[in-house]
């Protein structure tokens, strides 16, 4: 089967760096996403890693390594405004064409 | 450039009643998800189509909810006799022909209240 995980909470100091892990289980690969969702909110892209390696925009960075299934994004200098979900989501070839999703993390910062 | 339009933002409902919701694609995007999202939970695939056919619809219950994206409109999210477990914000999202690397682009999605 398809899967995807994430830890479901994560809590982080106002300032500082914090880091959301995704692993992926998918029968094909075509590149993983991250989203940001505030709370009653739509998802709102984030970052695209379709090679390994890092891609850095900003406060944001995202990695990504495919013989290991796994990907991370790194957020630093933390605002009270990334309070939110970070969904991660990967395009998988043999989804017809659908995202798989994993069910968030939601990150809490904290003064 | 409008982004993925969803109407109502807020939709309440009575047991029994129908709701309809719609979605507007980004301009240029002829590919449609619907996704359900209870609180505190994640997106939940319900149904993926492209003008004028339903491509995938194996997240969606077979009873009492139909989709479709018509060749002139909006996409439309049909509940027919609506149930409390049905509350919930569902979320319509778009992407082009090519997404290589773009994504979907989500609207602001429907919340929808049953009493």
């Known amino acids: 089967g398809q899967n995807i995980d994430q830890p479901t909470e994560m809590t982080a100091t106002e300032g500082a760096i914090v880091q959301i892990n995704c692993t992926y289980q998918?029968?094909?690969?075509?590149?993983l996403f991250w989203y940001q969702q505030h709370a009653g909110e739509a998802p709102t892209f984030l970052s695209y890693n379709v090679l390994d390696g890092l891609e850095e925009k900003g406060r944001f960075s995202s990695f990504l390594s495919r013989s290991k299934g796994y990907s991370y994004l790194l957020l630093k200098e933390l605002q009270m405004k990334d309070s939110a979900s970070y969904l991660c989501a990967v395009d998988s070839m043999d989804s017809n064409y659908q995202l798989i999703w994993g069910a968030g993390t939601k990150l809490i910062i904290k003064p | 450039n409008a982004g993925v339009m969803q109407n109502p933002r807020h939709l309440v409902r009575r047991r029994g009643q129908e709701a309809r919701l719609r979605c507007s694609p980004m301009k240029g995007h002829s590919h449609v998800y619907w996704y359900r999202q209870l609180p505190e939970e994640g997106l939940k695939f319900m149904v993926y189509l492209q003008k004028e056919n339903i491509i995938d619809e194996s997240g969606m219950p077979k009873e009492r909810f139909s989709a479709e994206f018509p060749k002139e409109g909006p996409s439309i999210l049909r509940i027919q006799q609506v149930v409390r477990g049905d509350s919930a914000a569902y979320f319509c999202?778009?992407?082009?022909?090519?997404?290589?690397?773009?994504?979907?682009?989500f609207g602001s999605g429907t919340r929808l209240t049953v009493v």
């Open positions: 999202a778009s992407s082009p022909t090519d997404r290589e690397g773009y994504g979907y682009t």
């Open positions: 998918t029968s094909g690969f075509n590149g």
